[in-house]
């Protein structure tokens, strides 16, 4: 008897603390609104059916009101209102609209949203997160600063001194209007997804990063900094079987020399994979020096500061490479909206995102337009890879469905380029890799062709060094628009007069090379596997005219 009223007793203590995680969460209505209160957050979900507000620790995580932002909302053709809004359960609000719906599902400390696509045809679901918001960890990712571009579905973000974790996220992109960091869930047509949340107090390591990151230093900064080189990086090569590698950091832990040592097969020749000594400020602690590394790759790369004698710090780079750097730039095809994303085989194609580098299958990140599909640019990595056996380097900077006017000098596409180019830094990368006029397919030549000389010698001019342009032949739009006389005839204006240097004719890739059963203006697989080739191709034939033997 005793037992069962144990039991009871304990079912019941159970069943008072389900009630009180329950009660924890109220959700009342007033104007239309309904207005949620947790132990951990706040939020309002407005009449046409997004949640527009999610406050933590006092500070407000989304942001509505900038251009067409309601803070969380789908996006198709246009922000979709989902009008039907209903408490459905004691914890829990739908919306639902003709084309999509979503079911808020709060408890104390989290919430789950489920999201379902009534289309037939692909939209995404977007939350706008307020430029407060300065920190985020992608996957297993360091924290980084805001706005920037990634894949990933889990996702942690520092808010005040607390986090939310976030999973469901096909990538992150940004800077959006003022400034706003996107994440962003894609969903086919009739397609439901989750996405999940959790609320939690920073941890002491957390908060730590986050402080490092403030001060400019990495998330897991430990006393001694290797700014470069960093893992996956490809340093330009100035000639067939040299280039230049900057070695630079800073050290807080006291040490009076520095060391290196580089070990892998280069291109030509052998490297001794000894330590050297590196010059060394021991009253500042830092390092920073240009040092001649033989072409070739994957090497690995050992630093380590010494205290009489001994080892003090140290710090390993896994993989960077002497080879070649390429710039892409233009709309759609220049990115990654290829209809499906393709892999390298070679693995010695790495990326550069604008804060990392990665040896990684597509999509290639760092394009402005934040795009998840396929590129030409794992294709073209093997290709020159095949051809030259060194790693190569691509930072991908373009945006879909934009015109010549939209990449004019000062602007944001230009800009967000730009910073590419500075950041590679004079001689760092081969060329720009220009691929773009179908959304100009109806422009002038000689308005086409003055636009584009505008920014190329604008581009040159503000980095301060000269680099050669390819600028590729494409105007192709769909199979019953192949091709624009018009704007080929600016880009051959390029040409002409030694602007641009020729780049392939991609308006060649007709029938299966393109998607939508070759109805569409993006490239299937197959295109995008010859679209790489026919870039290298061209590229080739022009490295082998300035590389000599």
Known sequence: MKRIVLLLTVLLLVLCQVCALQAAVSITQANGQYKVHAAAYDATVAPDG???????????????????????FYIQNGVLKLPDVRVTGENSISATGDLAEITYTFSDTGMVWALK???????????????????????????RSTPLSATGAETSWIVGKKKIDIKGSSKLWGPWSAGLQMWESDLDGGESKTAVFSFANASPS????????????????????LISPSNARVFQRQSRYAGRVLVSGKTDVACDAIEYRIVGKPLKGTISGK??????????????????VPAGGWYSFDIRGLKSGKVVTSKHIEKFG?????????????????????KQQSGMVSCFSGNSWE????????????????????AFGDAMYAK???????????????????????????NWMMTRIRQLGPGGFRAVLWHQGESDAKTPSEKYYTGMAKIINDSNSDAGWSFPWFVAHVSYCFPENPSSTLVRTGQQMLWDKAVALQGPDTDTLVGDMRDRDGKGAHFSPKGLSAHGKMWADIVGKYLDSVLGK
């Open 50 to 72: 997004c949640l527009t507000n999610l406050a933590v620790d006092g500070v407000e995580f989304l942001k509505p009101g900038v251009d067409n932002s309601r803070g969380s």
């Open 117 to 143: 696509n009534k289309a037939g045809s692909c939209m995404s679901f977007l939350l706008a997160i307020d430029p407060a918001i300065k920190f985020v960890k992608v996957g297993g990712d360091q924290f």
């Open 206 to 225: 957390e908060a730590k990063a986050v402080q490092n990151v403030q001060l400019g230093m990495p998330a897991d900064y430990d006393g001694f900094l």
């Open 275 to 292: 330590w050297q000594r590196l010059a060394f400020d021991p009253v500042g602690r830092r390092f920073n020096k240009e040092i001649s």
């Open 322 to 342: 002497v080879g070649e750097v390429f710039v892409g730039a233009g709309q759609s095809n220049s990115t990654n909206n290829g209809q499906f994303a393709t």
């Open 359 to 378: 040896v990684r299958d597509d999509p290639f990140v760092g394009a402005h337009d934040g795009s998840g599909g396929g590129s030409y640019y794992p």
């Open 388 to 414: 030259y056996h060194v790693p190569i380097g691509i930072a991908s900077t373009g945006n879909g469905g934009t015109t010549v006017a939209e990449w004019d000098t000062g602007g944001t596409l230009y």
